[in-house]
T-cell receptor, first 111, second 116 residues
Framework: DAKTTQPTSMDCAEGRAANLPCNHS???????VYWYRQIHSQGPQYIIH???NNETNEMASLIITEDRKSSTLILPHATLRDTAVYYCIVRVANSGYALNFGKGTSLLVTP | DVKVTQSSRYLVKRTGEKVFLECVQD?????MFWYRQDPGLGLRLIYF???????EKGDIPEGYSVSREKKERFSLILESASTNQTSMYLCASSPVGLALAKNIQYFGAGTRLSVL
């Protein structure tokens, strides 16, 4: 799996967009970018994934730079319930079963 | 929505007891997983199963066994609980078909086990 770098923590005001960056400068051509989050005392939750095109679903948008060396997860209108640790994972599609979450970004959404 | 249900949120057991952690998923997923999560160590894979009665060891299988008699149910067994097995245990499932789906895992809420 390619190494990822995320800020340790971020704050966001409720109702504003939360933009969570992830650096993956060593990503290879067949590696996907996956985002998960873990709300305190709950199991991780899959959010979104992408290869090179931008992706959007009901939870978030994923913007991947053209050179694929970084990406941004966007929560368009953050709510207090979005307070969680967000994990960016980069790996090939069939690389194995164990997910390596790393340390992630702790997002605090404030009123 | 995919639902992965773990039988207990909190469990307290004594050293030497045999402990069963149950997990049920309702989406007909072939793959099921057991992880444990500890502060500073992240998630570590204990066992996974890719079909009924099939299982493979993960990174830290020692002291654990698993059972998958039905597709929807995956049980983690602590043969003789020890204090170093105090942890948060997470069950997950994922579908097959698309290779990249192996990386899309759906997790239960977790069981926080304390072994005294």
């Amino acid at each position: 799996d390619a190494k990822t770098t995320q800020p340790t923590s971020m704050d966001c005001a409720e109702g504003r967009a939360a933009n969570l960056p992830c650096n993956h400068s060593t990503i290879s051509g067949n590696e996907y970018v996956y985002w998960y989050r873990q709300i305190h005392s709950q199991g991780p939750q899959y959010i979104i994934h992408g290869l090179k095109n931008n992706e959007t679903n009901e939870m978030a948008s994923l913007i991947i730079t053209e050179d694929r060396k970084s990406s941004t997860l966007i929560l368009p209108h953050a709510t207090l319930r979005d307070t969680a640790v967000y994990y960016c994972i980069v790996r090939v599609a069939n690389s194995g079963y164990a997910l390596n979450f790393g340390k992630g970004t702790s997002l605090l959404v404030t009123p | 929505d995919v639902k992965v249900t773990q039988s207990s949120r909190y469990l307290v057991k004594r050293t030497g007891e045999k402990v069963f952690l149950e997990c049920v998923q309702d989406m007909d997923h072939e793959n099921m997983f057991w992880y444990r999560q500890d502060p500073g160590l992240g998630l570590r894979l204990i066992y996974f199963s890719y079909d009924v009665k099939m299982k493979e060891k993960g990174d830290i299988p020692e002291g654990y066994s698993v059972s998958r008699e039905k597709k929807e149910r995956f049980s983690l067994i602590l043969e003789s609980a020890s204090t170093n097995q105090t942890s948060m245990y997470l069950c997950a499932s994922s579908p097959v078909g698309l290779a990249l789906a192996k990386n899309i895992q759906y997790f239960g809420a977790g069981t926080r086990l304390s072994v005294l």
